[in-house]
């Protein structure tokens, strides 16, 4: 595949009128897009579900699949830089729409984040750790996984998995016995169930000239496995904080982004960071960041892929981000009641279990 980062880049930022491809239509796409607006830029979504929440704000969408030649084809020629906003778009489009127009981040990036052997392999030879963890191909692998992590362990799939789905607890042996059917008989990976004292992010941008911004670490709390409340600035010393910092800065840098890189990680009881997740792209533990930060983490993700000079990450308050999900979302009325409140809804029709319909950030003033 051509690495689009490494091509060329554009001379000077992108002018406004210019035109953002987005590929995938959720809410990260939208809150994208309205950015992007708000920078004089437009947007043209690629995505294959009617209504989506992008489409809904954008200039343009191409209501196509992933494998459609034609339409990518013509998405290209009618876009000046192509992003996505989730990570599992696959490899084939993107190597397709990398060879008509540049793609930010590079293909670098995608292919460690699609996958997460590649993702622990790669933190790992950067010298940053991760929950001790062992590829499990095929069936036949896994008790000798399970041997050399010990238990209790979670088997996820290397591939397609988010927000805990494809992933599955063993505690003792004979749990292994209908692990991998669960997980849906895929190619996976064995972890060492890390007993972390907290769960953090941090999100890193880094420019088309190579600078590099990180918002402030935060801590993350979920609830049946889907991100819940992201508490700003994570309660941490400041030292575990600049470490998680330096953790997402230099794994932005080594994979040669030009975008955000949100890093999840556990700070584990005895005070070390593990690396758990990579996502490049912006992330629902970074919402807080657009009614408390200079400038928001939609904002410069679209600085970033349009060449533009980062914007100031720096806390303008301390603040707790709520996501609705499902029927949380009832709670709109009230919520709109609440002084202060600032609501974010994501334009979805139907409340299913477990999805996401909105969040709500609230500023915690400083104590003078
Ligand atoms: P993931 O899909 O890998 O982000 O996992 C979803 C959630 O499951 C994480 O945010 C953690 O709360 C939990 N989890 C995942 N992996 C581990 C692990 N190795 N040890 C402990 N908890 C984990």
Redesign the pocket.
Known sequence: MTDAANRPLPAGPLPPGSVIGMLGGGQLGRMTALAAAKLGYRTHVFCPDQDSPCAQVTDRATLSSYGDEAALEAFARSVDVISFEFENIPHDTVAFLAERATVRPGAKALAVCQDRLAEKDFVTAQGIGT?PYSAVPTEAALEAAVMAIGLPA?L?TTRD????KA?TRLDQMRDSGGAWEKIGGKPAVL????D?AM?VSVIAARGADGAVVCYPAVENR?RD?ILSQTIAPAPITPALAAEAERIARTLAEALDLVGLLAV?M?VTLDGRVLV??LAPRPHNSGHWTMDACATDQFEQFVRAICGLPLGGTERVADAVMTNLIGDDVLEVPAILAEPGARLHLYGKAEARPGRKMGHVNRLIPRAS
């Open positions: 929950a979670i996820k998995g988010y927000d805990g992933q972890e060492g169930f890390v972390f769960e979920h496995h999840e556990f758990n997740e």
